[in-house]
């Protein structure tokens, strides 16, 4: 039997449970490891010999698994030490035993000479989104007009030249959201208020600023190797997810359907996967009026329960194939 190890988190299970259920079905075992739950639930031991590692991961459940019998790794989520009990230990050395687990756990882990499902430090890379969208451009994507960096005038100047502008956030940094949970930025309209503001802004951190494009349609594009599954939605039947379909979530979510996309859009995305060095991304794109389709980015390791639950798509036994595969 073919054992995965998912190196993930305890409150993942919308991507985890359809992927243990496909990997078993093949014959195969994903064996869960809850990285928030490392290092006071779960053990990893490991010895060096030449080239890689020997030893084993135990999982909270006390399963385990012996290094050398791994057959490959879904990278799903590093959230190491999140739950760690925090009576008795002092902030600093919390964060400092939460840093040391990660980079064991990570750089180890990594080493391992087998298939991963992404490899994490491309995966860190492919997360700088000014890194991305240049590779994007690179294999023919069309992205929208795009200004990056801390500079007033030069950013009056990009915003001078455009009809309507959004922002985006660069980086993967957690907010609070309208329902008391933690979210990712939103992409933002930019009005006149905010470019009044914006030079003192720029002084406290760098901006991204686009040129907004007219949409018909939002997909998320899951690319899977080869394979790229694709599923939309109209995010302007609300006003609330006219700029970004995510506003209108719980809303928009179920009516997510299957979308076709043409043979060369789908060959670009592999080819940005391809040039990254990635098997997996979650690309999300624009469909405008005239029928053109805009690249908005690619998340590496991004989600896919909604697509896979809503548009039917057999997400899950694509990545579950592409894990199993020798």
């Given at each position: 039997m073919?054992?995965?190890?998912?190196?993930?988190?305890?409150?993942?299970?919308?991507?985890?449970?359809p992927?243990?259920?496909?990997?078993e079905?093949?014959?195969?075992?994903?064996?869960r490891?809850?990285t928030?739950?490392?290092?006071?639930e779960?053990q990893?031991s490991g010895?060096?010999?030449?080239?890689?590692?020997?030893?084993?991961?135990?999982?909270h459940l006390?399963?385990r698994?012996?290094?050398?019998a791994?057959?490959?790794?879904?990278w799903?989520r590093?959230?190491t030490?999140?739950?760690m009990?925090?009576?008795?230990?002092?902030?600093?050395?919390?964060?400092?035993?939460?840093?040391?687990?990660?980079?064991?756990?990570?750089?180890?882990?990594?080493?391992?000479?087998i298939?991963?499902?992404d490899?994490?430090?491309l995966?860190h890379?492919?997360?700088?989104k000014?890194?991305?969208?240049a590779?994007?451009?690179?294999?023919?994507?069309?992205?929208?007009?795009t200004w990056?960096?801390?500079a007033?005038?030069?950013?009056?100047?990009?915003a001078?030249?455009?009809d309507?502008?959004?922002?985006?956030?660069?980086?993967?940094?957690l907010?609070?959201?309208?329902?008391?949970?933690?979210?990712?930025?939103?992409?933002s309209?930019?009005?006149?208020?905010?470019?009044?503001?914006?030079?003192g802004d720029?002084?406290?951190?760098?901006?991204?600023?686009q040129?907004?494009?007219d949409k018909?349609?939002?997909v998320r594009?899951?690319v899977?190797g080869?394979?790229?599954?694709a599923?939309?939605v109209?995010?302007?039947q609300?006003?609330?997810s006219?700029v970004?379909?995510?506003?209108?979530?719980?809303?928009?979510?179920p009516?997510?359907?299957?979308?076709d996309?043409?043979?060369a859009?789908?060959?670009?995305?592999?080819?940005?996967n391809r040039?990254?060095g990635?098997?997996y991304?979650?690309?999300?794109?624009i469909?405008?009026?005239e029928?053109?389709?805009?690249?908005?980015?690619i998340?590496?390791?991004?989600?896919?329960?909604?697509?896979?639950?809503?548009?039917?798509?057999d997400?899950?036994?694509?990545?579950?194939?592409?894990?199993?595969?020798?």
């Amino acid at each position: 039997m073919k054992t995965i190890l998912a190196v993930t988190c305890s409150d993942e299970d919308t991507t985890f449970v359809p992927l243990a259920k496909a990997v078993e079905a093949r014959g195969g075992r994903l064996l869960r490891f809850d990285t928030d739950r490392f290092p006071h639930e779960c053990q990893l031991s490991g010895e060096l010999v030449p080239g890689t590692w020997r030893g084993e991961v135990v999982n909270h459940l006390g399963e385990r698994v012996a290094l050398d019998a791994l057959h490959a790794v879904w990278w799903r989520r590093m959230r190491t030490g999140l739950n760690m009990p925090k009576e008795g230990v002092p902030p600093h050395v919390r964060r400092a035993a939460r840093l040391e687990s990660e980079v064991t756990l990570e750089g180890l882990i990594a080493s391992l000479p087998i298939q991963h499902v992404d490899d994490p430090f491309l995966v860190h890379r492919a997360e700088r989104k000014a890194w991305q969208f240049a590779q994007a451009t690179a294999v023919g994507l069309h992205i929208p007009e795009t200004w990056l960096g801390n500079a007033g005038p030069s950013a009056l100047r990009f915003a001078g030249r455009q009809d309507r502008l959004i922002t985006k956030g660069m980086s993967l940094v957690l907010i609070p959201g309208p329902h008391g949970n933690l979210e990712t930025m939103p992409t933002s309209a930019v009005g006149p208020e905010e470019l009044e503001t914006l030079p003192g802004d720029l002084a406290w951190s760098t901006a991204c600023l686009q040129a907004r494009v007219d949409k018909t349609m939002e997909v998320r594009a899951v690319v899977v190797g080869d394979r790229v599954l694709a599923a939309g939605v109209d995010s302007q039947q609300l006003e609330v997810s006219e700029v970004d379909w995510r506003e209108g979530d719980f809303a928009l979510m179920p009516q997510f359907r299957r979308v076709d996309l043409p043979d060369a859009l789908a060959a670009k995305l592999v080819a940005l996967n391809r040039r990254m060095g990635l098997r997996y991304g979650g690309a999300d794109l624009i469909r405008t009026p005239e029928g053109e389709w805009i690249f908005l980015e690619i998340n590496p390791g991004g989600e896919w329960g909604w697509v896979q639950e809503f548009a039917e798509l057999d997400v899950a036994g694509t990545l579950a194939d592409l894990l199993l595969a020798d």
